[in-house]
């Protein structure tokens, strides 16, 4: 998804979070603030984090912010993919305090989430860094919000892997059972000459199978660390024009000792669909 359409897509998004935190509808008031705040009221306001993160989703807010509520005054310190320490000044927003509070909290989720996908991201990559592999997210994303989340793995260092069903030919456990076991799921591969495809094996036996048949993309799925080693070996041994994915079961605990195989890639559905959420808080000042 390009630039323009990401930030549409991200607009869109905080305008319908926006739209329910008012009750459906727009133009409706924060009955709270309509009614202990004065409308005249001006504030400034300070946007920081409570604890170490990599932020974004800055680019986003800042489009938001400018294009929805022109008269407030928006000042950022960072650019996405920011290294923060804790209780820095992400950005100071100034103007009409019933617009401010009206918009807070659609704000700091957006931003929260985010963030939270791109520091869970950078602290796999930092474990993965000078290891030659290279961590990959997933599919396993929130419904409306795949591009944006995938960007948000994108600005903590992971590559995109597919962003739908029709980027590659990846197949999967359901597709091998659907199709009667794996060595005939291969000949189909081979009758319907099928060259670029990825292809799940969940042990040594069926990676040897795969690679007889051709097969250049192999995620080994969900195994044990020493059938990784073996197959990894095997591939060093006889010098193979073989991709391996590791996929299945990584987690922060124990990235560690699956970075020392040296894999082509890693592969982590945590990255998006188990999230901690970062705390970023906004005051007025």
Request: proline content about 1%.
């Amino acid at each position: 998804m390009h630039k323009k359409e990401l930030s549409m897509l991200a607009y869109q998004t905080l305008l319908l979070d926006l739209k329910d935190d008012l009750g459906g509808k727009l133009n409706s008031k924060d009955v709270t603030t309509s009614k202990l705040i004065p409308k005249k009221l001006f504030v400034k306001t300070v946007i920081s984090n409570r604890e170490d993160i990599t932020i974004c989703g800055l680019n986003f807010i800042s489009h938001f912010i400018k294009n929805k509520f022109p008269n407030l005054e928006l000042s950022m310190h960072f650019r996405d993919g920011d290294f923060l320490k804790k209780n820095s000044t992400v950005c100071f927003l100034n103007g009409s305090c019933e617009t401010i509070l009206k918009i807070e909290r659609t704000v700091l989720n957006f931003m929260q989430h985010l963030s939270s996908i791109s520091t869970q991201t950078k602290k796999f990559v930092e474990i993965l860094k000078n290891t030659g592999t290279i961590l990959l997210d997933t599919r396993k994303t929130m419904p409306g919000l795949r591009a944006l989340q995938k960007y948000a793995t994108k600005i903590g260092g992971a590559q995109n892997h597919r962003m739908n069903l029709n980027d590659d030919i990846l197949i999967k456990d359901n597709h091998i059972i659907s199709n009667g076991g794996f060595e005939k799921t291969l000949k189909k591969i081979k009758f319907n000459r099928l060259k670029n495809f990825k292809i799940e094996c969940e042990n040594f036996d069926d990676v040897l199978l795969v690679i007889k048949y051709g097969g250049k993309y192999i995620l080994l799925d969900n195994m044990k660390v020493d059938e990784i080693s073996k197959c990894i070996f095997y591939k060093n041994k006889n010098k193979l024009d073989v991709k391996f994915e590791i996929t299945g079961g990584v987690n922060i605990e124990n990235i560690k000792k699956y970075s020392k195989l040296k894999a082509d890639f890693i592969s982590i559905g945590k990255l998006t669909n188990s999230l901690n959420s970062v705390d970023i808080g906004l005051d007025i000042i």
